[in-house]
C-alpha cells in the first residue's frame, strides 16, 4: 500500500505561481511512476506530467509546469507558473508500482482555484 498526501493548493490570481507538494508514505520502496493529473469542473481527469521515480529527472510538462521530485523525503512536486483560470481544478497525485496495473494509488486532490 502506498499513501499519498496533497498540499499546495489555493486561490491565486491569473499570471501567479503555486507549487503542489505530494508526500508518499507506505512501499514507497516500490514506486515506479508518480505523476499528477487533474479534473476540472464538469470534466474528466486528465493528465498533467509524470517523472520515473528512480531515474526521472525534472520535466517540463504543459509549458508552464514543472515536475520533480525528492527521493530522499517521498515527495514530489508540481511547480505551476503563469497560471490562468482555465487551469483550476482538483489536482490529484498518483503513483504506479510498475506492476502492470497503471496508476493505482491516489491522493484526495488538493484545490487550486485561478482568478481572472
Known amino acids: 500500500q502506498v499513501q499519498l498526501v496533497e498540499s499546495g493548493g489555493g486561490l491565486v490570481q491569473a499570471g501567479g505561481s503555486l507549487r503542489l507538494s505530494c508526500t508518499a508514505s507506505?512501499?514507497?520502496?516500490?514506486?515506479?511512476?508518480m505523476g499528477w493529473f487533474r479534473q476540472a469542473p464538469g470534466k474528466e481527469r486528465v493528465f498533467v506530467g509524470a517523472?520515473?521515480?528512480?531515474?526521472g529527472a525534472p520535466s517540463s510538462v504543459r509549458g508552464r509546469f514543472t515536475i520533480s521530485r525528492d527521493t530522499a523525503n517521498n515527495t514530489l512536486y508540481l511547480q505551476m507558473n503563469s497560471l490562468k483560470p482555465e487551469d483550476t481544478a482538483v489536482y490529484y497525485c498518483?503513483?504506479?508500482?510498475?506492476?502492470?496495473?497503471?496508476?493505482?494509488?491516489w491522493g484526495r486532490g488538493t484545490q487550486v482555484t485561478v482568478s481572472p
Open positions: 507506505g512501499r514507497t520502496f516500490s514506486l515506479y511512476t
Open positions: 498518483a503513483a504506479d508500482l510498475g506492476a502492470g496495473r497503471g496508476y493505482e494509488y
Open positions: 517523472v520515473f521515480w528512480r531515474r
